[in-house]
Structure formats: structure tokens, C-alpha cells
Nanobody, 125 residues
Framework: QVQLVESGGGLVQAGGSLRLSCAASGRTASSYAMGWFRQSPGKEREFVGG????????FYADSVKGRFTISRDNAKNTVYLQMNSLKPEDTAVYYC??????????????????WGKGTPVTVSS
């Protein structure tokens, strides 16, 4: 069993930056692929970024490529999402998720195995 706790969300102006953190508990967490997803009212949860177990491979949604960076520190059992050049359309609740596969599978939200409760991000124009 893996527990995930997100932090770092908040209110920021357009063009600003935030760094989200996801602390994972459970001795096997460092062997899982991890992802960040987001959901805004009335919309389906969508993939933002993913990282394999070692951090050697990363994946991004086209909408955030070049602006967001996902990373992980397995010694701290923590995954990060650095968000730069934020836009109002990035406003959403951001969720951390774990995939028991070490390399990630589909990065579809329905295929992820564990979820945090989310942290809200609001970008004002």
C-alpha cells in the first residue's frame, strides 16, 4: 500500500511559478512510476507529466511541455512538479498518482493505482 500527500499549491499570478511536492510512504514507492494529473470543474482528469522509477525518463502533456518539469528524489520518496510560466488555464486541482509498473503504462488516469487527495492551484490573469 502506498500513501501519497501533495503540497505546494496556491494562488499565483500568470507568468509565475510554483513547485508541487508529492511525499510517498511505503517501502516500494521508489520502484513505481509516478505521475501528476489535474482536474478543473466540469472537465475530465487529465495527464500532466510522468516519470519512471529511476527518473531517467519523463513524459509530458503537450499543453505543459517546455513549462513544467517533473522530477523525483527516491532517497526522500518525493516527486516534484516545477511549474513555470503559469497560465490561467493551468488552474485546477493537481493530483499525484503512482503506477505499480516501474516504467509507466498508459498514463491514463484510470490505469493509475494510487492517488493523493490533491492540491489546488489557481492562476490569476
Amino acid at each position: 500500500q502506498v500513501q501519497l500527500v501533495e503540497s505546494g499549491g496556491g494562488l499565483v499570478q500568470a507568468g509565475g511559478s510554483l513547485r508541487l511536492s508529492c511525499a510517498a510512504s511505503g517501502r516500494t514507492a521508489s520502484s513505481y512510476a509516478m505521475g501528476w494529473f489535474r482536474q478543473s470543474p466540469g472537465k475530465e482528469r487529465e495527464f500532466v507529466g510522468g516519470i519512471n522509477w529511476s527518473g531517467g525518463n519523463t513524459f509530458y502533456a503537450d499543453s505543459v511541455k517546455g513549462r513544467f518539469t517533473i522530477s523525483r528524489d527516491n532517497a526522500k520518496n518525493t516527486v516534484y512538479l516545477q511549474m513555470n510560466s503559469l497560465k490561467p488555464e493551468d488552474t485546477a486541482v493537481y493530483y499525484c498518482a503512482a503506477d505499480r509498473s516501474p516504467y509507466g503504462r498508459t498514463w491514463y488516469w484510470g490505469d493509475m493505482d494510487y492517488w493523493g487527495k490533491g492540491t489546488p492551484v489557481t492562476v490569476s490573469s
